[in-house]
């Protein structure tokens, strides 16, 4: 058979488990050692799969991580050296590099894992010379077990394939890894050899397995294996030479049945864990979260049906245009449920392709100790929203601009421990990432209680580089002097290092941003912290957008950069400092002529000038069109290269309902203007 055909879900399910690794890891560096037999778990799980797929460097690198991890779960090794840790780090690093090598289409012979399996063997060696230092650690391993040490008795497991599973033997081969990580195979039935050469008929087959881990937690390990629909473990007793059935639990997301038999207590109870209708109906909750429906989908068919459900969505204005222009009103009913249809189609595909933030945010805890510990600051991090969605294609815009931010905060915000108890400030650096909705738009913070931002520091930055003189200096603003740092090759740094210092990151994540119409705000007190606020769009495809005319064209400004839209009389139109301004409620507004703007003929003489205010960056410009038509939803499309002269002024195209195309302006250029 092929195995081409299972590169997907076997990539997919092997980035979820490096995934789990990472997170068991930091949980383990951090003193929590009940997580060691999860991360044995996992490697385990690892193994097989690589296994199973030919992928032979992962899977030996793997079993040699389970080596060390089987001694330190027997407490046989203790971890507790941050060099022990940081070389568990290191395999999963290889780990990663070899499913990026995979996942572009080679294998992971081109990963040399000859001097980590070598440190791995040395760390296994040495167990016998660190008993004394193991000893802590094993008696914590032993009191985290003691309530679940029981004698190992036999138990029936019953494994049932989900319908048209193509790779049953190697299924049932991974099932059999992970039981028997948690116990002895006695026997399968059909027999082994048959067993993992899937040559069984049906879609059930049985384990024999002699164990002291409790049921749910076989039924757990089986689940965890992809494309297993369910799973019913029977307890098996001996008694008076006959095996009977004491306890039953099934799988399959409906029920589970308890059948205890009249066996006298005193005599099985060594062997039977008296279990009660409490962990029964908790077993019931935990099946139903493993056995959740969920279909693995190619991001290409979502992104080919989102194209078609805009088409839908073009379609379905250009109807009610033709259907309001014809006045027909035996059409007024069926264009209502076509609307009200297509909206929760288009509703439901947009839904299909947002994703939780915590794809991006289960990066950074890794992120933050590797840098941490790097720089020397002691940092807790706090993460909140993980659960907030974002549309996928914005998922992966602002993987990158966020690890910019978190870096800039760890290197330039946070002090080292030393400063910081100098100020009078915890020893221990906060840095708080949160993701929150605000109405249409998804909010990404990085927060920190560091330096915050020195204003003179900046100006006498900006003087050097000549981007100010001397004298300007007591009339620029904090904010104004914040947009230095935007400013490519911009740096406060007074080293370069790995990290920062280079002026690279700020203006990188300032035009990233504002590429997929998102906004960047920062909020910063010297010696308090500083908040960069990122507002992103929740999606990139359908947007709600103003139209206006501009010399008999329509455009298209999207809703989300639009504060306002007035109606200014032409004598309140000023010139200072060769800039063209208005007052706005108090404060200086400066207009941008859109004609001029893009090169068109003048205007003619009106004294009403229609002026949308666009909020691109920090700055509010007021942008003077011909005339406004009204809000529409519409469906991005992209220009694409096309060698069009200055094409950066538009963001995008999109299609009206008479089939007339508008162009999408990019507020950010108008900023520039």
């Given at each position: 058979?092929?195995?081409?055909?299972?590169?997907?879900?076997?990539?997919?399910?092997?980035?979820?488990?490096?995934?789990?690794?990472?997170?068991?890891?930091?949980?383990?560096?951090?003193?929590?050692?009940?997580?060691?037999d999860?991360?044995?778990?996992?490697?385990?799980?690892?193994?097989?799969?690589?296994?199973?797929?030919?992928?032979?460097?992962?899977?030996?690198?793997?079993?040699?991580?389970?080596?060390?991890?089987?001694?330190?779960?027997?407490?046989?090794?203790?971890?507790?050296?941050?060099?022990?840790?940081a070389?568990?780090?290191?395999?999963?690093?290889?780990?990663?590099?070899?499913?990026?090598?995979?996942r572009?289409?080679?294998?992971?012979?081109?990963?040399?894992?000859?001097?980590?399996?070598?440190?791995?063997?040395?760390?296994?060696?040495?167990?016998?010379?660190?008993?004394?230092?193991?000893?802590?650690?094993?008696?914590?391993?032993?009191?985290?077990?003691?309530?679940?040490?029981?004698?190992?008795?036999?138990?029936?497991?019953?494994?049932?394939?989900k319908?048209?599973?193509?790779?049953?033997?190697?299924?049932?081969?991974?099932?059999?890894?992970?039981?028997?990580?948690?116990?002895?195979?006695?026997?399968?039935?059909?027999?082994?050899?048959?067993?993992?050469e899937?040559?069984?008929?049906?879609?059930?087959?049985?384990?024999?397995?002699e164990?002291?881990?409790?049921?749910?937690?076989?039924?757990?390990?089986?689940?965890?294996?992809?494309?297993?629909?369910?799973?019913?473990?029977?307890?098996?007793?001996?008694?008076?030479?006959?095996?009977?059935?004491?306890?039953?639990?099934?799988?399959?997301?409906?029920?589970?049945?308890?059948?205890?038999?009249?066996?006298?207590?005193?005599?099985?109870?060594?062997?039977?864990?008296?279990?009660?209708?409490?962990?029964?109906?908790?077993?019931i909750?935990?099946?139903?979260?493993?056995?959740?429906?969920?279909?693995?989908?190619?991001v290409?068919?979502?992104?080919?049906?989102?194209?078609?459900?805009?088409?839908?969505?073009?379609?379905?204005?250009?109807?009610?245009?033709?259907?309001?222009?014809?006045?027909?009103?035996?059409?007024?009913?069926?264009?209502?449920?076509?609307?009200?249809?297509?909206?929760?189609?288009?509703?439901?595909?947009?839904?299909?392709?947002?994703?939780?933030?915590?794809?991006?945010?289960?990066?950074?805890?890794?992120?933050?100790?590797?840098?941490?510990?790097?720089?020397?600051?002691?940092?807790?991090?706090?993460?909140?929203?993980?659960?907030?969605?974002?549309d996928?294609?914005?998922?992966?815009?602002?993987?990158?601009?966020?690890?910019?931010?978190?870096?800039?905060?760890?290197?330039?915000?946070?002090?080292?421990?030393?400063?910081?108890?100098?100020?009078?400030?915890?020893?221990?650096?906060?840095?708080?990432?949160?993701?929150?909705?605000?109405?249409?738009?998804?909010?990404?913070?990085v927060?920190?209680?560091?330096?915050?931002?020195?204003?003179?520091?900046?100006?006498?930055?900006?003087?050097?580089?000549?981007?100010?003189?001397?004298?300007?200096?007591?009339?620029?603003?904090?904010?104004?002097?914040?947009q230095?740092?935007?400013?490519?090759?911009?740096?406060?740094?007074?080293?370069?290092?790995?990290?920062?210092?280079?002026?690279?990151?700020?203006?990188?994540?300032?035009?990233?941003?504002?590429?997929?119409?998102?906004?960047?705000?920062?909020?910063?007190?010297?010696?308090?912290?500083?908040?960069?606020?990122?507002?992103?769009?929740?999606?990139?495809a359908?947007?709600?957008?103003?139209?206006?005319?501009?010399?008999?064209?329509?455009?298209?400004?999207?809703?989300?950069?639009?504060?306002?839209?007035?109606?200014?009389?032409?004598?309140?139109?000023?010139?200072?400092?060769?800039?063209?301004?208005?007052?706005?409620?108090?404060?200086?507004?400066?207009?941008?002529?859109?004609?001029?703007f893009?090169?068109?003929?003048?205007?003619?003489?009106?004294?009403?000038?229609?002026?949308?205010?666009?909020?691109?960056?920090?700055r509010?410009?007021?942008?003077?069109?011909?005339?406004?038509?009204?809000?529409?939803?519409?469906?991005?499309?992209s220009?694409?290269?096309?060698?069009?002269?200055?094409?950066?002024?538009?963001?995008?195209?999109?299609i009206?309902?008479?089939?007339?195309?508008?162009?999408?302006?990019?507020?950010?250029?108008?900023?520039?203007?």
């Amino acid at each position: 058979m092929d195995m081409k055909d299972y590169l997907g879900p076997f990539v997919d399910e092997t980035e979820e488990n490096l995934q789990r690794l990472n997170e068991h890891l930091l949980a383990f560096e951090q003193g929590d050692h009940s997580v060691v037999d999860e991360i044995f778990r996992v490697a385990h799980t690892l193994k097989g799969m690589a296994a199973t797929m030919g992928f032979a460097k992962m899977a030996e690198l793997t079993h040699k991580m389970e080596d060390v991890l089987d001694l330190a779960r027997q407490g046989k090794l203790a971890l507790r050296r941050s060099e022990d840790i940081a070389l568990l780090f290191e395999c999963l690093d290889t780990l990663n590099l070899m499913l990026d090598e995979i996942r572009s289409g080679k294998d992971d012979t081109a990963i040399d894992i000859s001097d980590i399996e070598a440190r791995l063997k040395k760390l296994c060696e040495g167990t016998a010379d660190s008993s004394e230092a193991s000893a802590p650690i094993a008696e914590e391993q032993k009191n985290i077990e003691k309530k679940d040490v029981k004698a190992p008795y036999l138990k029936k497991i019953k494994v049932k394939l989900k319908e048209g599973c193509m790779l049953k033997g190697a299924r049932a081969f991974m099932v059999l890894e992970e039981l028997s990580s948690l116990g002895r195979v006695e026997s399968t039935e059909p027999e082994m050899e048959k067993l993992v050469e899937g040559e069984f008929s049906g879609d059930v087959f049985f384990v024999f397995l002699e164990t002291s881990v409790n049921s749910d937690r076989l039924i757990s390990a089986v689940l965890d294996v992809s494309e297993i629909e369910s799973c019913d473990v029977e307890d098996m007793l001996e008694e008076s030479g006959e095996i009977v059935e004491s306890e039953k639990v099934m799988d399959g997301g409906n029920n589970v049945e308890r059948n205890i038999n009249a066996v006298d207590e005193a005599n099985v109870h060594k062997k039977i864990p008296n279990k009660t209708n409490e962990r029964a109906t908790e077993a019931i909750r935990n099946i139903k979260k493993k056995t959740s429906q969920t279909v693995r989908v190619d991001v290409n068919r979502l992104d080919k049906l989102l194209n078609l459900v805009g088409e839908l969505v073009i379609g379905r204005s250009r109807i009610e245009r033709l259907a309001k222009e014809s006045n027909l009103k035996e059409f007024e009913e069926p264009i209502l449920q076509l609307g009200r249809i297509s909206k929760e189609i288009q509703e439901l595909v947009t839904k299909l392709r947002m994703l939780p933030i915590s794809f991006i945010f289960d990066r950074f805890p890794r992120l933050v100790r590797d840098l941490s510990k790097e720089l020397g600051k002691k940092v807790h991090l706090e993460i909140e929203g993980r659960e907030t969605e974002l549309d996928r294609s914005v998922i992966d815009e602002i993987g990158d601009p966020l690890v910019h931010l978190i870096r800039n905060s760890l290197d330039h915000g946070l002090e080292p421990p030393e400063e910081r108890v100098a100020k009078g400030k915890p020893e221990e650096g906060l840095l708080r990432i949160r993701a929150y909705q605000d109405g249409s738009s998804v909010v990404v913070s990085v927060e920190d209680d560091g330096r915050g931002i020195n204003k003179e520091k900046i100006l006498k930055k900006a003087v050097e580089k000549g981007l100010i003189s001397q004298e300007q200096i007591d009339s620029i603003s904090e904010r104004d002097a914040i947009q230095f740092l935007f400013m490519p090759g911009f740096s406060t740094s007074d080293k370069v290092t790995d990290i920062s210092g280079r002026g690279v990151g700020l203006d990188a994540v300032k035009n990233k941003v504002e590429s997929i119409g998102g906004r960047l705000s920062i909020e910063s007190e010297e010696n308090k912290g500083t908040t960069i606020k990122v507002k992103l769009p929740i999606t990139l495809a359908i947007v709600l957008a103003l139209l206006v005319k501009i010399d008999g064209q329509i455009y298209a400004i999207p809703l989300e950069s639009v504060d306002e839209t007035l109606l200014v009389d032409k004598e309140d139109v000023k010139i200072v400092n060769g800039s063209t301004v208005t007052m706005l409620r108090g404060s200086m507004l400066y207009l941008v002529d859109s004609r001029e703007f893009y090169g068109l003929p003048k205007r003619e003489d009106t004294s009403i000038l229609p002026v949308v205010v666009m909020r691109a960056g920090f700055r509010k410009i007021g942008f003077i069109v011909d005339d406004f038509i009204g809000q529409q939803e519409i469906v991005i499309k992209s220009l694409g290269n096309t060698g069009m002269v200055k094409i950066n002024w538009f963001s995008g195209g999109t299609i009206l309902g008479d089939g007339s195309v508008a162009l999408i302006i990019d507020p950010a250029t108008v900023e520039e203007a």
